[in-house]
C-alpha cells in the first residue's frame, strides 16, 4: 500500500509539471465536464443576490486537483460570454502558464513589483478559449510578502472591476499562509479534496484556518469520486 501511494504521487507530481488537463475543451461530452458545468451553475446559484466577483480556489495539501479545477471552471465559466480572469496566485509552483502555453516573462509578480505598470499590459487573453490569463510571472523570494502586500489588494480590486470574474489558484492551505491571505480578499472559496488521497485531518485542517479568517468557503470539489450507480456522475481523474 505505501508503495501505491509513492507510485501515484510520483504520476500526479510528473503531470503536474506538464500542467493541469483541460478536460473541458478537449472532451467536452465527457462526465467529467458536464459535472464541471454542474459546478458553475451552482455558483451562478450562489451568485443569485450576492456579488460573487472573485474567488479562491485552494486544497489542503498539494496534488488535490485544485489548478485542474481552476483552469476547467474558468474555461468553463468564460463559454457563457462572461468575460473571465483566471489569475496564477501559486508564486511557489505556478501551473497555469503550463497549462495553456502561457509566456510567463512577465505576470503577477510583475505587476506587484513594478511600478507604473498596467494591468492590461500584462494580462494575456485567449480568443479561441475566451479566456484572459494573468500568469505568475518570475518567481520571486518573498511571495507571501508580495500576496499580503498592499499593492497585491489595489490590484485585486482593479481586476474586480474590470472582469465579471476573477478566479485565483492558490497554494495549499496548509502548505503556507498565502491561501489564507487572499480569501480574505476575495468574495468566496472553493476548497479542492481529492477522494482517497487526502487526509480527514489536513482537510479540517484547512477548513478551520479558513475560518479562522472569516473566509466565505462556498463549497467543496471531490476529486476522483468513483461513479454510483447510472446516476452518470463520474469521476474527476485530475493532478493539482
Same mark, same amino acid.
Given at each position: 500500500?505505501v508503495?501505491?501511494? /509513492?507510485?501515484k504521487?510520483?504520476?500526479? /507530481? =510528473?503531470? &503536474? ?5 483541460? @478536460? !473541458?475543451?478537449?472532451? $467536452? ?6 459535472q464541471?458545468?454542474n ?11 450576492h456579488?460573487l =466577483?472573485?474567488?479562491a @480556489?485552494?486544497? #489542503?495539501?498539494?496534488?488535490?486537483? =485544485?489548478?485542474?479545477? #481552476? ?14 480572469l ?5 508564486l ?6 503550463? %497549462? ?9 509578480? !510583475? ?11 500584462v494580462?494575456?487573453?485567449? %480568443? ?10 518570475? =518567481? ?8 499580503? #502586500? $498592499? &499593492? ?10 474590470n472582469?465579471?470574474?476573477v478566479i485565483?489558484?492558490? $497554494? ?11 480569501? !480574505?480578499? *476575495? ?5 479542492? *479534496?481529492?477522494?482517497?488521497? #487526502?487526509?480527514?485531518?489536513? *482537510?479540517? /485542517?484547512?477548513? @478551520?484556518?479558513?475560518? /479562522?479568517v ?27
Amino acid at each position: 500500500m505505501v508503495k501505491f501511494f /509513492k507510485d501515484k504521487n510520483r504520476d500526479l /507530481k =510528473k503531470n &503536474q509539471r506538464l500542467g493541469a488537463p483541460l @478536460i !473541458t475543451y478537449y472532451e $467536452p461530452e465527457s462526465v467529467n465536464s458536464e459535472q464541471y458545468r454542474n459546478l458553475r451553475t451552482y455558483l451562478e446559484f450562489t451568485q443569485m443576490g450576492h456579488d460573487l =466577483k472573485s474567488i479562491a @480556489i485552494t486544497s #489542503s495539501v498539494p496534488l488535490e486537483g =485544485k489548478s485542474t479545477t #481552476s483552469a476547467n471552471l474558468a474555461y468553463t465559466m468564460g463559454q457563457t460570454g462572461l468575460n473571465i480572469l483566471i489569475v496564477d496566485a501559486d508564486l511557489r509552483k505556478p501551473t497555469l502558464h503550463r %497549462t495553456f502555453k502561457l509566456n510567463n516573462e512577465q505576470g503577477l509578480t !510583475t505587476l506587484l513589483t513594478k511600478q507604473g505598470l498596467k494591468f492590461n499590459e500584462v494580462v494575456q487573453r485567449s %480568443t479561441d478559449l475566451d479566456l484572459y490569463f494573468l500568469p505568475s510571472g518570475p =518567481k520571486l523570494p518573498n511571495p507571501a510578502e508580495l500576496i499580503r #502586500s $498592499p &499593492q497585491m489588494l489595489v490590484l485585486m480590486e482593479e481586476l474586480k472591476n474590470n472582469f465579471d470574474l476573477v478566479i485565483y489558484d492558490t $497554494p495549499p492551505v496548509n502548505s503556507v499562509t498565502d491561501a489564507q491571505i487572499l480569501s !480574505t480578499r *476575495v468574495d468566496g472559496v472553493i476548497l479542492v *479534496v481529492r477522494q482517497n488521497f #487526502s487526509r480527514k485531518d489536513d *482537510v479540517y /485542517k484547512a477548513k @478551520i484556518a479558513l475560518e /479562522k479568517v472569516n473566509a466565505n468557503v462556498i463549497g467543496s470539489v471531490l476529486n476522483n469520486a468513483p461513479i454510483e450507480g447510472n446516476e452518470g456522475y463520474g469521476y474527476y481523474e485530475t493532478e493539482d
